[in-house]
């Protein structure tokens, strides 16, 4: 730990030194550069509850509303690691919600945080492990939708000390999946420690996409003859625009909306497509779609809704390349067809149900990926593998209990109080 906390306090100077470049670049303000230090004002006693990001805080939204039933009088302060994460939770409208950006994991700025807000309770979705976080939070601490993957336990096991003691810090902890749940037991989480296997993205509810551009671009795009590539990351993007140019031979009408888990690579791929000589349009600088774009560069955060309900085909990305698949709950629940690569470990046990039974199309590669799409063309295949993956991620990942659960520990940990 204390190796742990010379290393962060090295680096501060450096991660300050970017964090001041983005608010005089104008991506962040002075205020969010308060709020990730530590500032920001509060309302002492409320529950915290931490999320990376969009994903992260989507899943996490039928939880806050069932704690919000659950305990008419609880306060709550959501925090976020990203701008457009915070501003999704401010979206909700919330009355007794509120959205900061999270502390830097340094124990001043989370002891100018706990000054402020004096949290409850923290919860902690996912995999935002930060070990000051978790060490020094007085109050109890939960965590949600835990996931460790056979790489993470490994480098985690290099660190025994520093895992225990992080570990140890969990009232609760409820794994994604079985092996998550091992892996956190090997690494010295109690066994009495560990809850029900599930995830809230089973229970994920999508906004509702904006009309005015649901119409003006569903006017261009039908919803047929069009595929979105979905959180694609570097090394991804090649194959799916290979595909589509070959698929594209035999159906002139199909229409590719192309939107990265990182919207700030738009430039690279806008180069890319330049390249291939493919018409497309930006959305990050306010271009819009036409009869001739063949692809629409959605290069944003916080409108994946709207992507999914234009497009009757979705590839999943963080598939072709090592980052463990993205969900498959977001395009079902939007009734879009899901096809995605061979490294879905992140969602597996989902994956694998939809692929056994016709929910989902896995292809290796870019060949495969052009025959799911020829094989996807009509409306009548589209629309019946998403019925098929709606009725099976209905039946494997209902999330009501596992809320049920976790809101009867977090009544149970603030009575203790």
Request: proline share 6%; charged share 25%; glycine share 10%.
């Given at each position: 730990?204390?190796?742990?906390?010379?290393?962060?306090?090295?680096?501060f100077?450096?991660v300050?030194?970017?964090?001041?470049?983005?608010?005089?670049?104008g991506?962040?303000?002075v205020?969010?550069?308060?709020?990730?230090?530590g500032?920001g004002?509060?309302?002492?006693?409320?529950?915290w509850?931490?999320?990376?990001?969009?994903?992260?805080?989507?899943?996490?939204?039928?939880?806050?509303?069932?704690?919000m039933?659950?305990?008419?009088?609880?306060?709550?302060?959501?925090?976020?690691?990203?701008?457009?994460?915070?501003?999704?939770?401010?979206?909700?409208?919330?009355?007794?919600?509120?959205?900061?950006?999270?502390?830097?994991d340094?124990?001043?700025?989370?002891?100018?945080?706990?000054?402020?807000?004096?949290?409850?309770?923290?919860?902690?979705?996912?995999?935002?492990?930060?070990?000051?976080r978790?060490?020094?939070?007085?109050?109890?601490?939960?965590?949600?939708?835990?996931r460790?993957?056979?790489?993470?336990?490994?480098?985690?096991?290099?660190?025994?000390?520093?895992?225990?003691?992080?570990l140890?810090?969990?009232?609760?902890?409820w794994?994604?999946?079985?092996?998550?749940?091992?892996?956190?037991?090997?690494?010295?989480?109690?066994?009495?420690?560990?809850?029900?296997?599930?995830?809230l993205?089973?229970?994920?509810e999508?906004?509702?996409?904006?009309?005015?551009?649901?119409?003006?671009?569903?006017?261009?795009?039908?919803?047929?003859?069009?595929v979105?590539?979905?959180?694609?990351?570097?090394?991804?993007?090649?194959?799916v625009?290979?595909?589509?140019?070959?698929?594209?031979?035999?159906?002139?009408?199909l229409?590719?909306?192309?939107?990265?888990?990182?919207?700030?690579?738009?430039?690279?791929?806008?180069?890319?497509?330049?390249?291939m000589?493919?018409?497309?349009?930006?959305?990050s600088?306010?271009?819009?779609?036409?009869?001739?774009?063949?692809?629409?560069?959605?290069?944003?955060?916080?409108?994946?809704?709207?992507?999914?309900?234009?497009?009757?085909?979705?590839?999943?990305?963080?598939?072709?390349?090592?980052?463990?698949?993205?969900?498959?709950?977001?395009?079902?629940?939007?009734?879009?067809a899901?096809?995605?690569?061979?490294?879905?470990s992140?969602?597996?046990?989902?994956?694998?149900?939809?692929?056994?039974?016709?929910?989902?199309?896995?292809v290796?590669?870019?060949?495969?990926?052009?025959s799911?799409?020829?094989?996807?063309?009509?409306?009548e295949?589209?629309?019946a593998?998403a019925?098929?993956?709606?009725?099976?991620?209905?039946?494997?990942?209902?999330?009501?209990?596992?809320?049920?659960?976790?809101?009867?520990?977090v009544?149970?940990?603030?009575?203790?109080?």
């Amino acid at each position: 730990m204390l190796t742990y906390r010379i290393l962060l306090s090295l680096a501060f100077p450096f991660v300050l030194a970017r964090l001041c470049w983005r608010v005089l670049r104008g991506r962040e303000t002075v205020a969010d550069l308060g709020e990730r230090l530590g500032g920001g004002g509060g309302r002492p006693g409320a529950v915290w509850l931490h999320g990376a990001s969009n994903g992260e805080l989507t899943s996490a939204r039928p939880l806050v509303l069932a704690l919000m039933e659950a305990l008419p009088d609880m306060q709550m302060v959501v925090t976020a690691n990203t701008v457009t994460g915070r501003d999704l939770v401010r979206g909700w409208g919330l009355p007794r919600v509120e959205a900061r950006l999270a502390p830097l994991d340094l124990r001043w700025a989370l002891s100018r945080f706990r000054r402020a807000w004096a949290p409850s309770l923290l919860i902690v979705m996912e995999n935002e492990l930060w070990p000051n976080r978790i060490v020094t939070e007085t109050a109890p601490v939960i965590c949600v939708g835990a996931r460790m993957s056979a790489r993470s336990h490994r480098r985690w096991s290099r660190f025994p000390a520093l895992a225990a003691r992080l570990l140890g810090g969990f009232r609760r902890l409820w794994p994604q999946d079985a092996a998550s749940g091992r892996h956190f037991a090997a690494l010295g989480l109690p066994e009495d420690r560990l809850g029900a296997i599930g995830t809230l993205k089973s229970a994920v509810e999508l906004a509702d996409p904006d009309p005015g551009l649901l119409l003006r671009y569903g006017a261009v795009y039908r919803r047929t003859d069009t595929v979105l590539a979905a959180s694609t990351h570097e090394g991804e993007e090649d194959i799916v625009l290979a595909a589509f140019l070959a698929v594209l031979r035999s159906r002139p009408g199909l229409r590719l909306i192309l939107a990265p888990r990182h919207p700030k690579r738009g430039a690279e791929l806008a180069q890319m497509l330049r390249q291939m000589e493919l018409r497309f349009a930006r959305r990050s600088v306010g271009e819009e779609p036409d009869e001739t774009t063949a692809v629409y560069l959605a290069d944003t955060l916080g409108e994946m809704p709207l992507w999914y309900s234009l497009a009757g085909v979705t590839f999943v990305g963080g598939s072709f390349v090592a980052r463990g698949g993205h969900t498959p709950f977001e395009p079902a629940a939007a009734g879009s067809a899901i096809v995605h690569g061979p490294d879905v470990s992140n969602f597996e046990g989902p994956y694998a149900a939809l692929d056994r039974t016709g929910g989902a199309m896995a292809v290796l590669d870019g060949g495969e990926l052009t025959s799911a799409l020829l094989r996807l063309s009509t409306a009548e295949a589209q629309e019946a593998q998403a019925a098929r993956a709606r009725e099976i991620l209905d039946e494997i990942g209902s999330s009501g209990a596992l809320i049920a659960e976790i809101t009867d520990e977090v009544r149970r940990l603030l009575g203790e109080r």
